[in-house]
């Protein structure tokens, strides 16, 4: 079935850096979204970007979606130890349902 | 804030055992979900619905069953478990939008079944 692709699937960075995970996905969406799962634990919402919509901010975070290419990336500026997490993006192909990519592992060292 | 509830974080079975899993969403969402996760499969759909007594297979549904009897809890079952099962299994609640498109979900801790 369709699914979004995350790159890279683990990230390495430095306290104060910026962390960029991409995401590709291969049918028409209706949005997609990104989520954050820390260790065992459930997943968090962190945004949800439109198919007519380019960019989205919150916060330290931006959003940008691309339809000609199927693609998305997210974007954490001057991260944190607490930003160290796993990252999925998830498309809602018209389904009703979310599709869920692998995910990327970020880890933020202090 | 949206609180969905698993009722147990760990949970440790002998094959062939009945489990069941029990999730509790508080904001009257139409829309419950559950999934597993597995280390390098990521998230799978196992079962949703849409309403109440309303079910539909996901992906994976082969080894469960679920059950909505009231709005805001949505149970999965597995009839006789088996160490292939062995998961971390994620309930997830989102209100229902027209048009089949959906919303931002709100998952629970989550929790880790250990079948034996």
């Known amino acids: 079935s369709q699914q979004g692709e995350e790159d890279p699937q683990a990230l390495s960075i430095q306290e104060g850096e910026n962390a960029t995970m991409n995401c590709s996905y291969k049918?028409?969406?209706?949005?997609l979204q990104w989520y954050r799962q820390n260790s065992g634990r459930g997943l968090v919402h962190l945004i949800l970007?439109?198919?007519?919509?380019r960019e989205k901010h919150s916060g330290r975070l931006r959003v940008t979606l691309d339809t000609s290419k199927k693609s998305s990336s997210l974007l954490i500026t001057a991260s944190r130890a607490a930003d160290t997490a796993s990252y999925f993006c998830?498309?809602?192909?018209?389904?009703?349902?979310?599709?869920f990519g692998q995910g990327t592992t970020l880890q933020v060292k202090p | 804030d949206v609180k969905v509830t698993q009722s147990s974080r760990y949970l440790v079975k002998r094959t062939g055992e009945k489990v069941f899993l029990e999730c509790v969403q508080d904001m009257d969402h139409e829309n419950m979900f559950w999934y597993r996760q597995d280390p390098g499969l990521g998230l799978r759909l196992i079962y949703f619905?849409?309403?109440?007594?309303?079910?539909e297979k996901g992906d994976i549904p082969e080894g469960y069953s679920v059950s909505r009897e009231k709005k805001e809890r949505f149970s999965l079952i597995l009839e006789s478990a088996s160490t292939n099962q062995t998961s971390m299994y994620l309930c997830?609640?989102?209100?229902?939008?027209?048009?089949?498109?959906?919303?931002?979900?709100?998952f629970g801790p989550g929790t880790r079944l250990t079948v034996l």
């Open positions: 619905s849409y309403d109440v007594k309303m079910k």
């Open positions: 049918t028409s969406i209706n949005n």
């Open positions: 997830a609640s989102s209100s229902h939008l027209a048009g089949g498109t959906t919303d931002t979900q709100y």
């Open positions: 970007i439109r198919s007519n919509e």
């Open positions: 998830a498309t809602d192909p018209y389904t009703g349902k979310l599709i």
